[in-house]
DNA sequence: TTCGTCATGTAATGGGTTACATGATTAC
DNA sequence: GTAATCATGTAACCCATTACATGACGAA
Protein backbone atom coordinates (compact mmCIF):
# COMPACT_ATOMS: atom_id res chain seq x y z
CA UNK A 1 0.00 0.00 0.00
CA UNK A 2 1.25 3.77 0.23
CA UNK A 3 4.40 5.13 0.24
CA UNK A 4 8.08 4.28 0.83
CA UNK A 5 9.49 1.85 3.13
CA UNK A 6 10.25 2.92 6.90
CA UNK A 7 12.89 2.65 9.21
CA UNK A 8 12.03 -0.78 10.90
CA UNK A 9 13.83 0.82 14.62
CA UNK A 10 12.03 3.88 14.39
CA UNK A 11 8.50 2.24 13.68
CA UNK A 12 8.92 -0.44 16.72
CA UNK A 13 10.33 2.69 18.38
CA UNK A 14 7.24 4.83 17.70
CA UNK A 15 4.64 2.24 17.80
CA UNK A 16 5.52 0.93 21.15
CA UNK A 17 5.93 4.07 22.62
CA UNK A 18 2.48 5.04 21.41
CA UNK A 19 0.97 1.64 23.00
CA UNK A 20 2.55 2.45 26.45
CA UNK A 21 0.57 5.78 26.22
CA UNK A 22 -0.70 8.24 23.29
CA UNK A 23 1.95 11.09 23.04
CA UNK A 24 2.54 14.26 20.70
CA UNK A 25 5.47 14.23 18.35
CA UNK A 26 7.26 16.65 20.34
CA UNK A 27 7.10 14.79 23.64
CA UNK A 28 7.74 11.47 21.47
CA UNK A 29 11.10 12.44 20.01
CA UNK A 30 12.00 13.32 23.88
CA UNK A 31 10.72 10.15 25.58
CA UNK A 32 12.53 8.23 22.61
CA UNK A 33 15.74 9.86 23.30
CA UNK A 34 16.07 9.23 26.83
CA UNK A 35 14.30 5.70 26.76
CA UNK A 36 17.93 5.19 23.94
CA UNK A 37 19.85 7.44 25.79
CA UNK A 38 23.23 6.21 24.94
CA UNK A 39 22.56 4.33 22.06
CA UNK A 40 20.68 6.57 19.61
CA UNK A 41 18.84 9.48 18.78
CA UNK A 42 16.45 10.89 16.76
CA UNK A 43 15.25 13.83 14.78
CA UNK A 44 12.06 15.72 14.02
CA UNK A 45 13.36 15.16 10.49
CA UNK A 46 13.48 11.61 10.99
CA UNK A 47 10.36 11.66 13.10
CA UNK A 48 7.65 13.83 11.60
CA UNK A 49 7.47 12.19 8.23
CA UNK A 50 7.79 9.03 9.92
CA UNK A 51 4.75 9.88 11.89
CA UNK A 52 2.72 11.02 8.89
CA UNK A 53 3.94 7.85 6.87
CA UNK A 54 2.33 5.63 10.14
CA UNK A 55 -0.84 7.95 9.94
CA UNK A 56 -1.63 7.39 6.09
CA UNK A 57 -0.70 3.34 6.59
CA UNK A 58 -3.50 3.51 9.57
CA UNK A 59 -1.45 2.06 12.13
CA UNK A 60 -2.07 5.48 14.16
CA UNK A 61 -4.28 8.49 14.52
CA UNK A 62 -3.96 11.86 15.31
CA UNK A 63 -6.27 13.68 17.54
CA UNK A 64 -6.04 17.35 17.90
CA UNK A 65 -6.18 17.78 21.00
CA UNK A 66 -7.92 20.79 22.88
CA UNK A 67 -7.01 20.80 26.72
CA UNK A 68 -10.06 22.43 27.25
CA UNK A 69 -8.63 25.60 28.43
CA UNK A 70 -10.75 27.28 31.03
CA UNK A 71 -10.68 30.66 29.28
CA UNK A 72 -12.52 28.64 26.38
CA UNK A 73 -10.08 30.59 23.53
CA UNK A 74 -10.33 28.36 20.59
CA UNK A 75 -6.97 27.47 20.04
CA UNK A 76 -6.00 27.63 16.40
CA UNK A 77 -4.12 23.86 16.38
CA UNK A 78 -3.51 22.31 19.41
CA UNK A 79 -0.95 19.18 19.34
CA UNK A 80 -1.49 16.75 17.84
CA UNK A 81 -1.33 13.58 19.84
CA UNK A 82 -0.99 10.50 17.86
CA UNK A 83 -2.44 6.66 19.63
CA UNK A 84 -2.45 3.64 18.23
CA UNK A 85 -5.45 1.87 15.83
CA UNK A 86 -6.40 -1.46 16.28
CA UNK A 87 -4.06 -2.08 13.37
CA UNK A 88 -1.45 -0.55 14.52
CA UNK A 89 -1.25 -2.27 17.72
CA UNK A 90 -1.55 -5.68 15.85
CA UNK A 91 1.29 -4.58 13.62
CA UNK A 92 3.34 -3.80 16.81
CA UNK A 93 2.93 -7.27 18.12
CA UNK A 94 3.89 -8.42 14.71
CA UNK A 95 7.04 -6.90 14.91
CA UNK A 96 7.87 -7.77 18.35
CA UNK A 97 7.34 -11.34 17.16
CA UNK A 98 10.00 -11.26 14.96
CA UNK A 99 13.16 -12.81 16.60
CA UNK A 100 15.43 -12.32 13.23
CA UNK A 101 18.70 -10.40 12.87
CA UNK A 102 16.94 -7.14 12.48
CA UNK A 103 16.34 -7.54 16.62
CA UNK A 104 19.64 -8.74 17.42
CA UNK A 105 22.12 -6.62 15.02
CA UNK A 106 23.65 -3.38 16.70
CA UNK A 107 20.75 -1.15 14.87
CA UNK A 108 17.48 -2.76 16.55
CA UNK A 109 18.80 -4.36 19.27
CA UNK A 110 18.73 -1.59 21.95
CA UNK A 111 14.82 -0.99 20.87
CA UNK A 112 13.89 -4.49 20.76
CA UNK A 113 15.26 -5.19 24.16
CA UNK A 114 13.53 -1.78 25.14
CA UNK A 115 10.28 -3.13 24.48
CA UNK A 116 10.95 -6.69 26.22
CA UNK A 117 8.41 -5.83 28.53
CA UNK A 118 5.54 -6.36 25.82
CA UNK A 119 7.47 -9.61 24.21
CA UNK A 120 6.84 -13.25 24.76
CA UNK A 121 9.23 -14.80 26.64
CA UNK A 122 10.51 -17.21 23.89
CA UNK A 123 11.46 -14.29 21.57
CA UNK A 124 12.91 -12.25 24.30
CA UNK A 125 15.23 -15.21 24.41
CA UNK A 126 15.89 -16.11 21.01
CA UNK A 127 16.86 -12.19 20.22
CA UNK A 128 19.36 -12.25 23.45
CA UNK A 129 20.84 -15.51 22.19
CA UNK A 130 21.03 -14.18 18.48
CA UNK A 131 22.86 -10.79 19.76
CA UNK A 132 25.17 -13.02 21.86
CA UNK A 133 26.13 -15.83 19.08
CA UNK A 134 26.41 -12.67 16.83
CA UNK A 135 28.79 -10.64 19.41
CA UNK A 136 30.66 -13.93 19.84
CA UNK A 137 31.25 -14.13 15.82
CA UNK A 138 32.75 -10.85 16.43
CA UNK A 139 34.72 -11.41 18.69
CA UNK A 140 36.37 -14.36 17.09
CA UNK A 141 37.02 -12.66 13.98
CA UNK A 142 38.63 -9.81 15.50
CA UNK A 143 40.55 -11.87 18.05
CA UNK A 144 41.93 -14.05 14.62
CA UNK A 145 43.10 -11.21 13.10
CA UNK A 146 44.82 -9.77 16.29
CA UNK A 147 47.05 -12.68 16.45
CA UNK A 148 47.72 -12.61 12.73
CA UNK A 149 48.62 -8.62 12.75
CA UNK A 150 50.46 -9.00 15.75
CA UNK A 151 53.36 -7.70 13.81
CA UNK A 152 54.21 -4.05 14.17
CA UNK A 153 50.99 -2.59 15.54
CA UNK A 154 51.79 0.96 17.70
CA UNK A 155 50.55 0.92 21.01
CA UNK A 156 47.56 3.22 20.57
CA UNK A 157 46.33 1.00 18.18
CA UNK A 158 46.92 -2.18 20.60
CA UNK A 159 44.97 -0.09 22.79
CA UNK A 160 42.01 0.76 21.06
CA UNK A 161 41.90 -2.67 19.70
CA UNK A 162 41.97 -3.91 23.25
CA UNK A 163 39.32 -1.41 25.08
CA UNK A 164 36.81 -2.56 22.02
CA UNK A 165 37.24 -6.38 22.47
CA UNK A 166 36.60 -5.78 26.22
CA UNK A 167 33.82 -4.19 25.64
CA UNK A 168 32.61 -6.58 23.32
CA UNK A 169 33.29 -9.05 25.77
CA UNK A 170 31.62 -7.23 28.60
CA UNK A 171 28.38 -7.32 26.70
CA UNK A 172 28.68 -10.89 26.50
CA UNK A 173 28.68 -11.12 30.03
CA UNK A 174 25.85 -8.92 30.91
CA UNK A 175 23.81 -11.15 27.89
CA UNK A 176 24.41 -14.42 29.71
CA UNK A 177 23.22 -12.94 33.41
CA UNK A 178 20.12 -11.90 31.41
CA UNK A 179 19.95 -15.30 29.37
CA UNK A 180 20.34 -17.04 33.10
CA UNK A 181 17.55 -15.26 34.23
CA UNK A 182 15.17 -15.79 31.61
CA UNK A 183 15.85 -19.60 31.67
CA UNK A 184 15.53 -19.70 35.68
CA UNK A 185 12.09 -17.40 35.33
CA UNK A 186 10.80 -19.74 32.63
CA UNK A 187 11.78 -22.87 34.95
CA UNK A 188 10.11 -21.02 38.02
CA UNK A 189 6.80 -20.36 36.33
CA UNK A 190 6.78 -24.13 34.52
CA UNK A 191 7.22 -25.38 38.36
CA UNK A 192 4.80 -23.13 39.97
CA UNK A 193 2.20 -21.89 37.41
CA UNK A 194 -0.81 -21.04 40.49
CA UNK A 195 1.63 -18.99 42.85
CA UNK A 196 0.89 -15.82 41.66
CA UNK A 197 4.27 -14.09 44.06
CA UNK A 198 7.91 -15.36 42.85
CA UNK A 199 10.55 -14.56 44.17
CA UNK A 200 13.54 -12.58 42.76
CA UNK A 201 12.36 -10.43 39.47
CA UNK A 202 8.95 -9.40 37.88
CA UNK A 203 10.08 -10.01 34.74
CA UNK A 204 7.23 -11.16 32.75
CA UNK A 205 4.93 -9.76 30.46
CA UNK A 206 1.41 -8.71 31.70
CA UNK A 207 -1.29 -10.33 28.87
CA UNK B 1 38.29 22.47 -7.66
CA UNK B 2 36.13 19.01 -8.55
CA UNK B 3 33.83 16.89 -7.01
CA UNK B 4 31.09 16.81 -4.05
CA UNK B 5 32.45 16.05 0.13
CA UNK B 6 34.21 13.46 0.88
CA UNK B 7 32.95 11.29 3.72
CA UNK B 8 35.63 12.58 6.51
CA UNK B 9 36.28 9.38 8.52
CA UNK B 10 36.89 7.81 5.33
CA UNK B 11 39.29 10.22 4.33
CA UNK B 12 41.31 10.25 7.33
CA UNK B 13 41.49 6.42 7.67
CA UNK B 14 42.62 5.95 3.99
CA UNK B 15 45.20 8.60 3.88
CA UNK B 16 46.41 7.30 7.46
CA UNK B 17 46.75 3.85 6.35
CA UNK B 18 48.35 4.28 2.85
CA UNK B 19 50.63 6.59 4.67
CA UNK B 20 51.78 3.62 6.98
CA UNK B 21 52.54 1.76 3.46
CA UNK B 22 51.06 1.57 0.22
CA UNK B 23 47.96 -0.90 -1.04
CA UNK B 24 45.46 -1.40 -2.97
CA UNK B 25 41.92 -1.65 -2.75
CA UNK B 26 40.99 -4.28 -1.71
CA UNK B 27 43.31 -5.17 1.24
CA UNK B 28 42.78 -1.20 2.43
CA UNK B 29 39.32 -2.63 3.41
CA UNK B 30 40.51 -5.50 5.83
CA UNK B 31 42.71 -3.30 7.23
CA UNK B 32 40.69 -0.93 8.01
CA UNK B 33 37.81 -3.20 9.38
CA UNK B 34 40.48 -4.83 11.52
CA UNK B 35 42.03 -2.09 12.13
CA UNK B 36 38.39 -0.36 13.34
CA UNK B 37 37.45 -3.85 14.09
CA UNK B 38 34.63 -3.21 17.01
CA UNK B 39 33.40 0.00 15.92
CA UNK B 40 32.62 0.90 12.28
CA UNK B 41 33.11 -1.71 8.97
CA UNK B 42 33.77 0.02 5.77
CA UNK B 43 32.35 -1.68 2.22
CA UNK B 44 33.86 -1.28 -1.76
CA UNK B 45 30.91 0.60 -2.35
CA UNK B 46 31.96 3.14 -0.31
CA UNK B 47 36.01 2.41 -0.28
CA UNK B 48 36.54 2.60 -4.41
CA UNK B 49 34.59 5.74 -5.08
CA UNK B 50 36.61 7.79 -2.24
CA UNK B 51 39.40 6.25 -3.73
CA UNK B 52 38.86 7.53 -6.82
CA UNK B 53 37.74 11.35 -5.21
CA UNK B 54 41.08 11.67 -3.39
CA UNK B 55 42.84 10.17 -6.91
CA UNK B 56 40.88 13.22 -8.77
CA UNK B 57 42.37 15.73 -5.86
CA UNK B 58 45.90 14.52 -6.00
CA UNK B 59 45.99 13.49 -2.73
CA UNK B 60 46.92 9.68 -4.06
CA UNK B 61 48.09 8.21 -6.96
CA UNK B 62 47.60 5.02 -8.45
CA UNK B 63 50.12 2.76 -10.11
CA UNK B 64 49.75 -0.56 -11.93
CA UNK B 65 51.58 -2.84 -10.12
CA UNK B 66 52.95 -5.82 -11.75
CA UNK B 67 54.30 -8.25 -9.28
CA UNK B 68 57.09 -9.21 -12.27
CA UNK B 69 55.72 -12.47 -12.41
CA UNK B 70 58.24 -15.68 -13.31
CA UNK B 71 56.53 -16.17 -16.60
CA UNK B 72 56.77 -13.24 -17.70
CA UNK B 73 52.89 -13.35 -18.48
CA UNK B 74 51.73 -9.57 -19.20
CA UNK B 75 49.22 -9.41 -16.59
CA UNK B 76 46.00 -7.46 -18.40
CA UNK B 77 45.37 -5.35 -15.26
CA UNK B 78 47.44 -6.00 -12.05
CA UNK B 79 46.58 -4.27 -8.40
CA UNK B 80 46.21 -0.87 -8.53
CA UNK B 81 48.41 0.16 -5.76
CA UNK B 82 47.63 3.76 -4.67
CA UNK B 83 50.44 5.42 -2.07
CA UNK B 84 50.11 9.03 -0.67
CA UNK B 85 51.35 12.62 -2.93
CA UNK B 86 53.16 15.64 -1.14
CA UNK B 87 50.31 16.76 -1.11
CA UNK B 88 47.96 13.66 0.80
CA UNK B 89 50.74 13.70 3.30
CA UNK B 90 50.42 17.72 3.94
CA UNK B 91 46.92 17.37 3.73
CA UNK B 92 47.05 14.33 6.22
CA UNK B 93 49.00 16.26 8.98
CA UNK B 94 46.64 19.01 8.80
CA UNK B 95 43.49 16.32 9.52
CA UNK B 96 45.05 15.30 12.31
CA UNK B 97 46.37 18.33 13.74
CA UNK B 98 42.52 19.05 14.17
CA UNK B 99 41.15 18.53 17.69
CA UNK B 100 37.75 19.54 17.50
CA UNK B 101 34.52 17.99 17.79
CA UNK B 102 35.17 15.63 14.45
CA UNK B 103 37.67 13.88 16.66
CA UNK B 104 35.55 12.83 19.41
CA UNK B 105 32.39 12.47 18.37
CA UNK B 106 31.34 9.06 18.30
CA UNK B 107 31.44 8.88 14.28
CA UNK B 108 35.37 10.07 14.60
CA UNK B 109 37.09 8.92 17.74
CA UNK B 110 38.08 5.51 16.61
CA UNK B 111 39.50 6.46 13.93
CA UNK B 112 41.31 9.35 15.07
CA UNK B 113 42.65 7.58 18.10
CA UNK B 114 43.68 4.93 15.59
CA UNK B 115 46.52 7.62 14.01
CA UNK B 116 47.23 8.56 17.66
CA UNK B 117 50.90 7.72 16.58
CA UNK B 118 51.24 10.30 13.96
CA UNK B 119 49.82 12.88 15.94
CA UNK B 120 50.83 15.11 17.87
CA UNK B 121 50.73 15.17 22.03
CA UNK B 122 49.09 17.77 22.52
CA UNK B 123 45.96 17.52 20.15
CA UNK B 124 46.19 14.03 21.29
CA UNK B 125 45.31 14.64 24.74
CA UNK B 126 43.05 17.76 23.52
CA UNK B 127 40.80 15.08 21.85
CA UNK B 128 41.25 12.71 24.56
CA UNK B 129 39.89 15.13 27.12
CA UNK B 130 37.17 16.18 24.90
CA UNK B 131 36.01 13.10 24.49
CA UNK B 132 35.71 12.72 27.54
CA UNK B 133 33.56 16.05 28.90
CA UNK B 134 31.53 14.77 25.62
CA UNK B 135 31.02 11.30 27.30
CA UNK B 136 30.62 13.33 30.82
CA UNK B 137 27.71 15.46 29.17
CA UNK B 138 25.87 12.45 27.95
CA UNK B 139 26.26 11.16 31.84
CA UNK B 140 24.81 13.82 33.30
CA UNK B 141 21.87 14.43 31.05
CA UNK B 142 20.70 10.78 31.32
CA UNK B 143 21.02 10.80 34.64
CA UNK B 144 18.57 13.59 35.58
CA UNK B 145 16.44 12.33 32.79
CA UNK B 146 16.98 8.91 34.52
CA UNK B 147 15.70 10.52 38.26
CA UNK B 148 13.32 12.32 36.70
CA UNK B 149 11.34 9.42 34.90
CA UNK B 150 11.94 6.95 37.69
CA UNK B 151 8.20 6.38 37.72
CA UNK B 152 6.91 3.48 36.14
CA UNK B 153 9.87 1.98 34.25
CA UNK B 154 9.83 -1.78 33.63
CA UNK B 155 12.76 -3.83 34.24
CA UNK B 156 13.43 -4.12 31.07
CA UNK B 157 13.77 -0.58 30.08
CA UNK B 158 16.06 -0.17 33.31
CA UNK B 159 18.42 -2.53 32.57
CA UNK B 160 19.03 -1.77 29.18
CA UNK B 161 19.59 2.64 30.51
CA UNK B 162 21.45 0.71 33.60
CA UNK B 163 24.14 -1.10 31.10
CA UNK B 164 24.18 1.81 28.58
CA UNK B 165 25.41 4.33 31.20
CA UNK B 166 27.59 1.39 32.77
CA UNK B 167 29.16 1.16 29.37
CA UNK B 168 29.49 5.27 29.42
CA UNK B 169 31.73 5.09 32.47
CA UNK B 170 33.72 2.39 31.87
CA UNK B 171 34.85 4.89 28.71
CA UNK B 172 35.17 7.58 31.12
CA UNK B 173 37.41 5.77 33.15
CA UNK B 174 39.62 4.35 30.92
CA UNK B 175 40.05 8.11 28.83
CA UNK B 176 41.13 8.86 32.59
CA UNK B 177 44.01 6.05 32.57
CA UNK B 178 44.59 7.51 28.59
CA UNK B 179 44.99 11.02 29.92
CA UNK B 180 47.14 10.59 33.03
CA UNK B 181 49.55 8.48 30.84
CA UNK B 182 49.73 10.99 28.42
CA UNK B 183 50.79 13.80 31.03
CA UNK B 184 52.77 11.90 32.98
CA UNK B 185 54.40 11.10 29.23
CA UNK B 186 54.48 15.04 28.75
CA UNK B 187 56.39 15.56 32.40
CA UNK B 188 59.10 12.71 31.56
CA UNK B 189 59.63 14.28 28.45
CA UNK B 190 60.13 18.00 29.97
CA UNK B 191 62.21 16.88 32.46
CA UNK B 192 64.50 14.53 31.15
CA UNK B 193 65.27 15.47 27.63
CA UNK B 194 68.23 14.01 26.82
CA UNK B 195 67.39 10.57 27.45
CA UNK B 196 66.73 8.18 25.11
CA UNK B 197 65.12 5.62 26.89
CA UNK B 198 62.27 5.90 28.84
CA UNK B 199 60.63 3.66 31.05
CA UNK B 200 57.09 3.03 31.11
CA UNK B 201 55.39 2.99 27.48
CA UNK B 202 56.58 3.83 23.82
CA UNK B 203 53.78 6.18 23.20
CA UNK B 204 55.69 8.64 21.51
CA UNK B 205 55.15 9.69 17.60
CA UNK B 206 58.35 9.63 15.32
CA UNK B 207 59.09 12.54 13.91
C1' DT C 1 35.80 -27.28 -14.22
C1' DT C 2 33.92 -25.46 -10.77
C1' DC C 3 34.22 -23.03 -6.61
C1' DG C 4 36.01 -19.72 -3.47
C1' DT C 5 38.48 -15.62 -2.92
C1' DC C 6 40.82 -11.76 -4.82
C1' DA C 7 39.92 -7.52 -7.13
C1' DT C 8 37.52 -3.40 -9.11
C1' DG C 9 33.85 -0.93 -9.87
C1' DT C 10 28.64 1.34 -10.55
C1' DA C 11 23.50 2.41 -9.82
C1' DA C 12 19.81 2.35 -6.98
C1' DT C 13 18.30 2.89 -2.59
C1' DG C 14 18.06 3.74 2.21
C1' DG C 15 18.10 5.96 6.39
C1' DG C 16 19.12 9.86 8.57
C1' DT C 17 20.81 14.78 9.55
C1' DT C 18 20.94 19.87 8.96
C1' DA C 19 19.11 23.81 8.06
C1' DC C 20 15.30 26.19 7.26
C1' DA C 21 10.43 28.01 7.89
C1' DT C 22 6.63 28.85 10.85
C1' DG C 23 4.10 29.91 14.80
C1' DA C 24 2.22 29.21 19.71
C1' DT C 25 3.09 29.49 24.64
C1' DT C 26 5.58 30.59 28.75
C1' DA C 27 8.82 33.11 31.78
C1' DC C 28 11.20 37.16 32.73
C1' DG D 1 8.26 42.87 24.67
C1' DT D 2 11.48 39.57 24.09
C1' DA D 3 13.76 35.41 24.77
C1' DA D 4 13.42 30.48 25.45
C1' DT D 5 11.21 26.48 24.63
C1' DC D 6 7.35 24.02 22.80
C1' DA D 7 5.55 22.33 18.54
C1' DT D 8 5.18 21.00 13.60
C1' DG D 9 6.86 20.45 9.44
C1' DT D 10 9.84 20.41 4.64
C1' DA D 11 13.77 20.23 1.31
C1' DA D 12 18.34 19.54 0.41
C1' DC D 13 21.89 16.94 1.26
C1' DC D 14 25.18 13.13 3.11
C1' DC D 15 27.00 9.05 4.07
C1' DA D 16 26.95 4.52 3.41
C1' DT D 17 24.87 0.02 2.07
C1' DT D 18 23.00 -3.37 -1.20
C1' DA D 19 22.85 -5.52 -5.21
C1' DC D 20 24.69 -5.96 -9.27
C1' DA D 21 28.33 -6.59 -13.00
C1' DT D 22 32.80 -8.05 -14.33
C1' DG D 23 36.75 -10.76 -14.40
C1' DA D 24 41.38 -12.96 -12.82
C1' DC D 25 43.56 -16.62 -10.14
C1' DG D 26 44.26 -20.72 -7.30
C1' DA D 27 42.82 -25.01 -5.37
C1' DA D 28 39.78 -29.11 -5.24
Known amino acids: M ?12 VLGLLHESPMHGYELRKQLNTLLGM ?11 CLKQLLAQGLITEEDQEEAPPGTLQSKRAKIVYKLTAEGKEHLQRLLSEAGPAA ?17 ADVRLRILEGRRSRLEER ?4 RTAFTRTRERVDSYTLELQNHGLESVEREVRWLNELIGREHA ?5 RSEPQ ?8 LDAPS
Chains 1, 2 share one sequence.
Do not use: C, M
Request: proline share 2%.
Open 39 to 49: FRAFSYGTLYP
Open 185 to 189: QAADQ
Open 139 to 142: LEHV
Open 104 to 120: WEDEGFGVHFAFFGQTR
Open 2 to 13: GGGKRSGVLELA
Open 195 to 202: QDAVKGND
